[in-house]
């Protein structure tokens, strides 16, 4: 589609545009459910056997499962925004039951990304779904300690080695003060549940193989998400803004990577790379992003992110307000203090 403007052709509007996409088809999505969870499920059960065979080629086999896991998380994903079914019921459900295989609970999760996606880029919001990142005048009001701990949270040692499995067996069972009743309830009975399909499973399987399967496979995924996550807002140039001059189309367009990958990986990634065109409109539904960015100059405008580019985001560790960019620990150094 060529966007440009022309006298008595205007160029239409970011909301126009995204409305032509901004509806799920429902076999491509039932498709997605099929690619994704049957092979998972598939690869666990080859797993099991594999494990009277060779260790190694257990955790071969989990690579290729961890790759559908994450592919699973993005459907997940996708039924928090309501952007994956037409039914608000269906997209419950499936998100609970996908949430599961994630180890993430639905409700409490697609809560908080909610505010993630009202907040990304705001200065003066941050805290909720973000990874954390001061100031540097914030930094350098800190105790040595607190200090200390910023860098170590900081670290990609801690964020990319600790942090995600921290988060997905962790931190996602444990209820927030800002939770309500309900809230509450939900997060219990996810746990329970969890709880209940581990038990089960251990059952037929043993403890030790249930470990053995469960442990890398969600190891793996979880590495790759939080690395996801981290180079859709964490890279050179990204704009972030204080709230009195926050834009939402910009800080969409230029808050958000487009994070280009090979044509695997987009596809096990269930085309999150397309960042930048998923904060402008959520409720497109994951395989339509492709499109909505072929079809779109304007979308297209935006550099990308490469993985070798993106490597340069792992020296990032504050944001220079004076110079509006994100900085390493080695800027400090000019800093008047």
Known sequence: MNSAKTKNNPAPSWIEIV?????????????????????????????????????????????????????????????????????????????????????????????????????????????????????????LKLSPWRKFVYRFYRHPLFLFGIAPLLVFVLQNRIPKKRMNRKDHLYLHLTNLTLILVIALIIWAIGWKAFLLIQIPVIYIAAVHGVWLFYVQHQYENVIWTRANEWNYKEIALGGSSYFKLPKVLQWFTGNIGFHHIHHLSPK??????????????????????????????????????????????????????
């Open 19 to 139: 409305s032509r996409y901004n509806f799920s088809n429902p076999l491509m999505s039932w498709w997605q459910i099929a690619n994704s969870v049957i092979p998972y499920l598939a690869l666990w059960a080859l797993m099991v056997w594999s494990l009277k065979i060779s260790y190694f080629l257990t955790l071969f086999l989990s690579v290729f499962a961890a790759g559908f896991l994450v592919r699973i998380f993005i459907i997940f994903h996708d039924c928090g925004h309501g952007s994956f079914f037409k039914s608000k019921l269906l997209s419950q459900i499936i998100g609970v039951i996908t949430g599961l295989m994630t180890f993430t609970p639905y409700h409490k999760w697609t809560a908080e990304h909610k505010e993630h996606h009202a907040t990304v880029g705001n200065l003066d919001k941050r805290g909720v779904g973000d990874v954390k990142t001061l100031t540097i005048e914030e930094f």
């Open 284 to 337: 497109i539904p994951n395989y339509k992003l492709p499109k909505c960015y072929k079809e779109n100059t304007e979308f297209q405008e935006v550099k990308p992110v490469t993985f070798f580019s993106s490597l340069k985001s792992l020296k990032l560790r504050l944001w220079d307000e004076k110079k509006k960019k994100l900085v390493g620990f080695s800027a400090l150094r000019y800093y008047p203090r």
